[in-house]
Each structure stands twice: as structure tokens, then as C-alpha cells.
């Protein structure tokens, strides 16, 4: 209800809005208000995972909802977003900020793996390299198992929600889906190109299943993630 009241406030307060021109760089509020369910979806999943985290109370949660409409609808009303691009401007993004989706056919499925192009160890602000991974069926519907990875190099962390941070689990790690992390310190030189390993397991009939392998690109001071570093698993 206190939702519905705020939203319907912000919109009395509105002129009479029509979708943004063409080449228009502010969204209007019915460009907004089209975006609406899907944005309501994508803060009900982000809730339950704060909350999950302990990032955020269960009572909070009205508060935290109505916070977040209000900077969609953009600080109290206005009923517009600056959508500004400015050519070549990507062109500064580092490797370390950009995401990638890796995927490789092993038998039967298809192994993904979201991470970032590249972890360099002595500046980055994360605490290693994420490595979420799942595996679809040839309908891509995702498949119910659980992944076991080794390294020939570095330690995996988990999310610890006690204390709100990644804490070491040592040279292997387990997984149904959650995000693990893989760390290293800064590579020497000569350094020989790590190599994840992924092993995987139906998780109804315990049954070991092909996996794949993470390969990594010594590179400089950090690791790169090529194109072609997810491969299936040697037999």
C-alpha cells in the first residue's frame, strides 16, 4: 500500500508525458513505467538475496523497496533518466570491470561460466576472480547439479554471510550454483597458465558427469580470461 501511494503521488505530480523522441537522451516517465515489471522482478530477487546475505533486515525491506522507486522514478518525480553516450568512451573500461560468459559443449549439455575478463591481483577491488557456473540440457533447461573445482594454482573462496565477507575454503571447493571465487597472488615471471578444473555431479543420482576447464592467460601482472579458455574436460 505505501508503495502504491508514493507511485501514485510521483505520477500527480507529473505533466502529461509521452515516450522520448527519437535521439532524445532523457527516458520519460512512460519509458519508466514500461520498464516497470521488469524492474519489479529484478528487486525481488535482490531483495531475497541482501536479505539472504544479511545485508538487509526483513523489516527494512519496505523502506529499502520504496528507496529504490524512488530513485527509478529519478529523486522525487521528474520523470526522466540521462541516457548519454559518448563514442569511444568504452574504449577506457578496464578488462577488470568488463563481464564475459563462457560456455562449452560437453556431452549431453552445455557448461557456462560468468566471470570477468581479467583479475589482477595487486589492484583490484574484488577478491579474486567470480566464477558463477551452471550447465543446461540440449533444450537449455538448466540441469540439477553440483560442481567440484581444483586449480592447479591459487585457492577458492565462498561467501561467509557471518561475516559478510569471502573466506579461503583451500585448494578445492564445491558448488550448486553459487558464486566461488578463485584467487592467486600476482604471477611471476615464467609462470605456467593456471588451469581450473570443473568436475560435475548429477545431484539425483550422484552420477559423475563430463566437465570442463578453465583455462587462465598469464598476462602481465594478472590473469586474462580469453574467448576460448572454457573447454570440455580431458578424459
Do not use: H
Amino acid at each position: 500500500m505505501r508503495r502504491f501511494l508514493i507511485l501514485t503521488m510521483l505520477l500527480v505530480l507529473l505533466p502529461v508525458c509521452t515516450l522520448a523522441a527519437e535521439g532524445d537522451p532523457l527516458l520519460s516517465v512512460d519509458d519508466l513505467l514500461s520498464l516497470q515489471d521488469s524492474y519489479d522482478a529484478f528487486l525481488d530477487a535482490l531483495e531475497e538475496l541482501i536479505i539472504e546475505r544479511g545485508l538487509l533486515s526483513s523489516e527494512e525491506r519496505e523502506a529499502w523497496r520504496d528507496a529504490q522507486m524512488g530513485d527509478f522514478f529519478q529523486n522525487g518525480g521528474y520523470g526522466s533518466i540521462l541516457a548519454n553516450y559518448m563514442p569511444g568512451v568504452l574504449s577506457y573500461v578496464r578488462e577488470e570491470e568488463t563481464l564475459v560468459q563462457l560456455c562449452a559443449n560437453i556431452g549431453g549439455g552445455t557448461l557456462y561460466v560468468d566471470t570477468m575478463r581479467r583479475y589482477t591481483p595487486q589492484d583490484s577491488s574484488l577478491s579474486g576472480l567470480m566464477l558463477t557456473i551452471s550447465l543446461s540440457d540440449e533444450s537449455g533447461v538448466p540441469m540439477d547439479v553440483s560442481f567440484s573445482l581444483s586449480s592447479t594454482s591459487g585457492v577458492f573462496l565462498k561467501w561467509d554471510a557471518m561475516t559478510g565477507t569471502y573466506v579461503s575454503v583451500g585448494a578445492t571447493a564445491l558448488s550448486d550454483g553459487e558464486t566461488i571465487v578463485w584467487s592467486d597472488q600476482a604471477p611471476i615471471e615464467g609462470a605456467k597458465n593456471p588451469t581450473i578444473r570443473i568436475a560435475i555431479t548429477d545431484a539425483q543420482t550422484q552420477e559423475e558427469m563430463p566437465g570442463g576447464e578453465l583455462t587462465l592467460t598469464v598476462d602481465g601482472d594478472g590473469y586474462r580470461v580469453a574467448d576460448d579458455a572454457l573447454a570440455a574436460g580431458k578424459s
